[in-house]
């Protein structure tokens, strides 16, 4: 997307392109990164192209993301050592537990995080295990871990002479938001952790990125050859950059303490601002960084993590096949007086907060002979609206605060019904 000066999105300014979804086995999830960044290059080109924008106009340019999907690649070839391990991705479950019988504590502390496949650590670890010398390589600065928000700056400023690590070919930096989520940040000294990395297969300090305020005067570089071509020429710098979330709270102006954010996209993000002092949670939702604007110091937000909410919506598309675009979900669910008595679990990756079950796996129940398309529409409405009340509940709890008000986002946010 494209915004002017005032914040205000430039007509025509923004490209918006799908990429595929990989499932290797059940409860793994896997994207294509070479294909993440094609993906990124075309919408840069459609944009200037829609907008018909001289591209020494654009200022800066900034990076949000998912958060925890994880990257390991060669940096003196560019080329991805594995596929991206999405945060969805259950396969790290054995590692997981490991970490709760052992460990637990020690995350809690110095993460704010519950262990969970759902963060990067144990995927790196997976990754480090699987490929054969892999650490080895790592340690000689071989091969290197980033997020997709990593990945994409990395490549961005990809043969610029003006860069953070130009021994790495390209920018190779995180905010402090994106690397809350790796559950091997500690989100108090704001610095990779030793302690974090041995626990977690020993990954080596050598191959994580240099982590920055996620709105950065030293900036993190500039465009190099294979961008700037598409832009005209042009050498623009990358100023910004924040894990999706905390980008939606900082959209939503959330900058006051207190202020409260759901997101309904594929899955929920409720998210709360909780200061410059961060509150470990007494009920299993997660601390992490919502922003820096400065080296050494943050904003924290309590987070509850909802996996599969949206994707609810989907799987009643392309896996029952009850509805034939999403939208439809709406009028067939207002059609239902209420659900006839039936309940809709959508576990399909197990549940996130305030359970933290990775094991359980996706119900419906209450179904009788007179259970219609309708019912199961409003049941799975209705339960996208129970996990968001559960999280807010507990947060309650946590922070003694009683919101007065929730913003929203996100696609399914346009359904009245829901909100």
């Known amino acids: 997307m494209i915004f002017t000066h005032s914040g205000n999105p430039l007509k025509g300014g923004w490209a918006y392109h799908e990429h595929k979804q990989i499932y290797p086995k059940p409860g793994w999830v896997e994207h294509d990164p070479l294909e993440i960044w094609e993906n990124t290059k075309l919408c840069v080109k459609e944009v200037i192209e829609k907008t018909g924008i001289n591209p020494r106009e654009i200022v800066a340019i900034g990076v949000t993301n998912q958060r925890e999907t994880t990257v390991v690649w060669d940096p003196r070839t560019g080329k991805p050592l594995y ?3 999405v945060w969805q991705d259950r396969r790290t479950a054995s590692q997981v537990d490991y970490l709760k019988r052992k460990h637990i504590d020690l995350i809690k502390s110095k993460t704010g995080l519950v262990p969970d496949c759902y963060f990067s650590g144990t995927k790196i670890w997976w990754i480090l295990d699987k490929i054969p010398g892999l650490r080895e390589k790592a340690k000689r ?8 928000d990593t990945w994409l700056i990395w490549n961005l400023t990809r043969g610029s002479k003006d860069i953070l690590t130009p021994d790495r070919k390209g920018s190779h930096v995180t905010d402090y938001s994106n690397a809350s989520r790796t559950m091997i940040f500690n989100i108090h000294r ?5 302690d974090l990395l041995e626990i977690q297969g020993g ?16 900036l993190y570089g500039y465009t190099g050859p294979e961008i700037s071509e598409i832009m005209g020429g042009v050498s623009v710098p990358i100023a910004a950059d924040a894990g999706d979330q905390q980008a939606a709270l900082f959209g939503q102006v959330g900058f006051d303490v207190g202020e409260l954010k759901a997101t309904y996209g594929t899955g929920s993000f409720i998210l709360m601002n909780i200061g410059d002092r961060p509150i470990l949670s007494r009920h299993n939702l997660l601390t992490s960084i919502f922003y820096g604007l400065e080296p050494g110091r943050v904003v924290y937000v309590l987070e509850g993590s909802i996996f599969v909410t949206g994707a609810a919506i989907g799987w009643l598309r392309d896996g029952l096949k009850i509805i034939e675009v999403s939208s439809e979900v709406n009028p067939l669910a207002e059609a239902a007086p209420d659900t006839g008595g039936v309940y809709f679990v959508p576990a399909f990756v197990g549940l996130g907060a305030p359970y933290w079950d990775q094991y359980a796996r996706g119900l419906i129940i209450g179904i009788t002979r007179g259970t219609e398309r309708r019912h199961l529409a409003r049941a799975t409405l209705e339960d996208i609206a129970y996990l968001v009340k559960d999280v807010i509940e507990v947060m ?19 359904s009245d019904f829901l909100m």
Do not use: H, Y
Not at 190 to 194: A, P, R, S, V
């Open 190 to 194: 704001l610095e990779w952790d030793d």
């Open 83 to 85: 596929n991206a391990i």
């Open 396 to 414: 309650k709890l946590d922070t003694g605060r009683e919101p007065s008000m929730l913003k929203v986002d996100g696609a399914a946010a346009k």
């Open 203 to 218: 990954i080596p300090r050598e191959m994580l990125p240099i982590t920055r305020p996620s709105s950065d005067k030293e």
């Open 141 to 148: 600065g071989e091969a290197i871990f980033g997020t997709i």
